[in-house]
């Protein structure tokens, strides 16, 4: 289940295949609104790096002129947050693509929503770079996603510090992105958060404030309280905080669905879309090439440990050292595991690119979901 808005200006037939129903409403102004204050940030970060750029020629006196980069040289970083079903990832999604409509800028989409990921497989923190509008019948499989795997639904109090750690991860790259390509300086960045906005769900938002070098904040939906603690927390800092309201005609998410989307992101992630298919491959190997390990803890899990269908991602770490800090090559399903080889489902043929295999404990796909697949 899903809602998907249709701009229209003027008039245009739409061609819909499917049940569905449909509403007719007047264009809220709000996302415009948001778009207008985050576009005047991105105005005031081209100017830098127009100004900056002319002070690194020759000076009068005939020495080269120095560019130090500042805060200045970027442009807005947004956190939007609120509660569940108030539309964030919409938000998220359709500013984005407002920023990037006119092709003068980049803005880097960072999603932290381990429980309902929308960029790749569930249990992820991802950020995916992105230049131009982003279709809605691909959605970002045709995009290279900067991905950490944390491994959980959920974030738990002894998950905290893990999380966290897998945020600056993201938030370090991100600016390493930026650093090296003025348009993504110049566009900034876009946060998704949780839809948990209390207790440790609200000490994380203080945090991720920090980590990303928040600038704006969007509140989603009506509440106060939350808007009121986070400003006490951006006390000292220049951010600004804007408000959007809670979309009255989405439908409800229950528990269920929010599982069943899980799902079907994995099958997606396995299976690609109708415009970019994708043939699921099974692969064999050793179970002596690879290290299992939980991607809650990082601690050696024993193969028995394994259950089957569990989501699982392969570390680009060279040793277990640092698979802490590195981004993940990509994703498989484990579907059996012996006492010499193990079999797996991916989104395309070949073998495992590192031995450091990421293993959850919580996520796991159902057998009436797993797809058709070839075989070596």
């Known amino acids: ?20 129903t449909g509403a007719v409403h007047v264009l ?34 005939g020495e080269p002129g120095r560019h130090t980069e500042t805060s200045e040289g970027y442009g807005p970083r947004v956190l939007v947050v609120g509660e569940t079903n108030t539309g964030k990832s919409s938000l998220c999604r359709t500013l984005t693509n407002l920023a990037t409509t006119t092709q003068k800028c980049s803005v880097a989409l960072v999603d932290v929503d381990v429980g309902q990921q929308g960029i790749t497989c569930p249990g992820s923190i991802a950020a995916v ?12 499989n045709t995009m290279m996603p900067l991905v950490f795997f944390f491994g959980g639904k959920a974030v738990t109090a002894s998950s905290r510090r893990h999380y966290l750690d897998l945020c600056a991860c993201a938030a370090a790259g991100v600016t390493s992105v930026a650093a090296s390509k003025p348009a993504f300086a110049i566009g900034g960045t876009v946060v998704n958060t949780m839809g948990w906005t209390n207790g440790i769900g ?40 804007l408000s959007y309201p809670k979309q009255t005609r989405m439908p409800p998410r229950t528990a269920a669905v929010r599982s069943a989307w899980r799902d079907e992101q994995v099958v997606s ?101 797993v797809p058709p697949f070839s075989a070596p």
Not at 129 to 140: A, K, Q, S, T
Not at 221 to 241: M, P, Q, T, W, Y
Not at 324 to 336: K, P, S, T, W, Y
């Open 202 to 241: 609200r000490d994380i938002l203080y945090e991720l404030l920090s980590l990303f070098s928040i600038t704006h904040v969007v509140i989603c939906g009506s509440d106060d309280e939350l808007a009121e603690d986070l400003r006490k927390a951006a006390i000292g800092r220049n951010i600004i905080f």
């Open 28 to 61: 809220s102004t709000h996302v415009d609104d948001i778009h207008a204050v985050l576009e005047l940030a991105r105005t005031d970060a081209a100017a830098f790096h127009l100004s900056s750029s002319a002070q690194l020629g020759v000076s009068a006196t």
């Open 1 to 20: 289940m899903c809602s998907i808005p249709v701009v229209c200006p003027v008039s245009c037939r739409l061609h819909v295949e499917g049940s569905f």
């Open 269 to 369: 992630y396995l299976q690609g879309t109708l415009r970019t298919p994708l043939t699921s491959y099974r692969g064999i190997a050793f179970v002596k090439d690879v290290y299992f390990l939980d991607a809650l803890t990082l601690k050696p899990m024993p193969c028995q440990d394994v259950r089957p269908l569990t989501l699982a991602a392969v570390s680009w770490a060279d040793s277990v050292e640092f698979v802490d800090q590195v981004n993940v090559a990509g994703f498989i399903v484990i579907l059996e595991v012996g006492k010499r080889f193990f079999s797996f489902l991916s989104p395309a043929s070949g073998s495992l690119p590192k031995p450091f295999i990421l293993v959850s404990d919580n996520i796991q796909l159902p057998w009436e979901k």
């Open 129 to 140: 770079f992105v230049e131009n509008y982003i279709p809605v019948d691909d959605g970002f």
